[in-house]
């Protein structure tokens, strides 16, 4: 029993391993809050494939904080990023009561 139990236990870790380097690689720079002509605000900042093949999809989400409270949240997505190409994102602030003051990251994925 004790011998299975070690096979299984390496190979999962052989299994994470794997599935780990097919994580690429991206950079998430010089997000910050834009006010919008209408009045509304709204998350930009730029995602930069640091790989040598194209990202079928890139999903950056943030959790939007007033006073360090969670109170929105908002998403962008993109598909095909280019090899070392970077992605000016926009990411809308919907939030009905409470207007954010501070943002962090919740997510970032890419497919490759």
């Given at each position: ?8 236990a390496?190979a999962?870790?052989l299994?994470?391993s794997c599935?780990r380097a097919d994580?690429?690689?991206?950079s998430?720079?010089?997000v ?9 605000l ?9 790989t040598d093949?194209?990202l ?8 939007l904080?007033?006073?360090?409270m969670v109170?929105g ?5 993109t ?20 207007k954010?003051d ?6 970032l994925?890419?497919?490759p």
């Amino acid at each position: 029993m004790k011998r299975l139990l070690t096979l299984f236990a390496l190979a999962c870790a052989l299994f994470i391993s794997c599935a780990r380097a097919d994580i690429a690689p991206v950079s998430l720079t010089d997000v910050h809050f834009v006010k919008t002509e209408a009045g509304k605000l709204r998350l930009e900042g730029m995602v930069k494939n640091l790989t040598d093949r194209s990202l079928r999809q890139v999903y950056v989400a943030f959790n939007l904080l007033r006073n360090g409270m969670v109170v929105g949240y908002t998403t962008a997505i993109t598909f095909n990023l280019a090899p070392d190409d970077t992605w000016h994102f926009e990411a809308p602030c919907r939030t009905r009561v409470f207007k954010p003051d501070h943002f962090r990251l919740a997510e970032l994925s890419a497919i490759p």
